[in-house]
């Protein structure tokens, strides 16, 4: 298992997950401004003619130097995405009418405003639900249905940085829930 380098702007704000052959670059043309976490990747590459062998260590949060350019491409909101895991796990995966808890092969994402009645595929109209209740609950209005057991809300950056990290490893993970705003589910 590989995990990913978490990296960071220079105002240490996350800009995206990337691989560790990415990070190794950034370290081997001293773009990295600091770095954080315990655990360090050792790479190893060639052997100079003095017969001293390569070593890049990598941290798995790395900022990256001169990356205004990157702070200026940060997305004001994040993308709900198309394959629903963002949700769920936003959401615990939680039935949002039932209030069940459910594997992911039994949950839909149901919008608040069904989209034939305008509802747009946002994060603010969008929540976890089981198969069954959304069948149920179809096009109708929420209030003709049942009442919504949680307010759908839209994770801001570090927690969508939580929710889309593949394997992520603990000091990545403290780093991203310290800035958390109270309203996250991943806190509870």
């Not at 995206?16 to 043309?29: K, M, P, V």
């Not at 305008?118 to 994060?123: A, F, L, M, S, V």
């Not at 057991?149 to 990545?172: K, M, T, W």
Request: glycine share 6%.
């Amino acid at each position: 298992m590989i995990p990913q380098i978490l990296a960071l702007d220079i105002a240490g704000n996350p800009f995206e997950w990337i691989s560790q052959q990415d990070a190794i670059y950034y370290y081997a043309t001293d773009k990295v401004a600091w770095a954080l976490g315990e655990r360090e990747f050792i790479f190893r590459g060639g052997v100079s003619n003095a017969g001293v062998l390569s070593e890049i260590a990598v941290k798995p949060i790395i900022a990256i130097a001169r990356s205004e350019r990157m702070t200026s491409m940060l997305r004001r909101q994040l993308p709900l995405g198309d394959d629903n895991s963002l949700l769920f796990a936003r959401d615990r995966n939680t039935c949002a009418f039932c209030g069940g808890v459910y594997a992911r092969h039994q949950l839909s994402r149901d919008h608040v405003l069904a989209r034939t009645h305008g509802g747009p595929d946002t994060w603010m109209n969008c929540v976890t639900a089981c198969r069954t209740c959304n069948q149920a609950k179809g096009a109708s209005y929420v209030h003709d249905f049942r009442p919504l057991l949680y307010v759908p809300y839209v994770p801001c950056r570090f927690e969508h940085f939580i929710l889309s990290g593949r394997n992520v490893l603990a000091d990545q993970h403290d780093y991203l829930s310290a800035k958390l705003p109270r309203h996250s589910r991943l806190l509870a």
